[in-house]
């Protein structure tokens, strides 16, 4: 069973920059698709960016040129690099993988929060 495991979220101020980091165990984790959501209070939640085994990225157009993803198969991990933070990006921030040969995330981490003040 897949296990995945969020770091890395705090408090800062706007304009600051956090890391995201998401260890993942159990499974063959180069094969997958990996992808970054988040969920603010009262909003649903929403897919942030993603990235293939290739290193092909994704971005929601709320943090392109803003965020970065990455992922280091050596070491089962993947990252978030936040930049220019704005209190809008704060939420609970969740990774996710799926198969390459699936549309839907079917393991999920334990969500870390990310909080940014004006």
């Known amino acids: 069973q897949v296990q995945l495991v969020e770091s890395g979220g705090g408090l800062v101020q706007a304009g600051g920059s956090l890391r995201l980091s998401c260890a993942a165990s159990?499974?063959?984790?180069?094969?997958?698709?990996m992808g970054w959501f988040r969920q603010a209070p009262g909003k649903e939640r929403e897919l942030v960016a993603t990235i293939s085994p290739s290193d092909r990225t994704s971005y929601a157009d709320s943090v392109k040129g803003r965020f970065t993803i990455s992922r280091d198969n050596a070491k089962n991990t993947m990252y978030l690099q936040m930049n220019g933070l704005k209190p809008e990006d704060t939420a609970v921030y969740y990774c996710?993988?799926?198969?390459?040969?699936?549309?839907?995330?079917?393991?999920w981490g334990q969500g870390t929060q990310v909080t940014v003040s004006s």
């Open positions: 159990g499974r063959t984790f180069s094969s997958t698709v």
């Open positions: 996710a993988l799926r198969s390459i040969f699936s549309q839907t995330f079917e393991s």
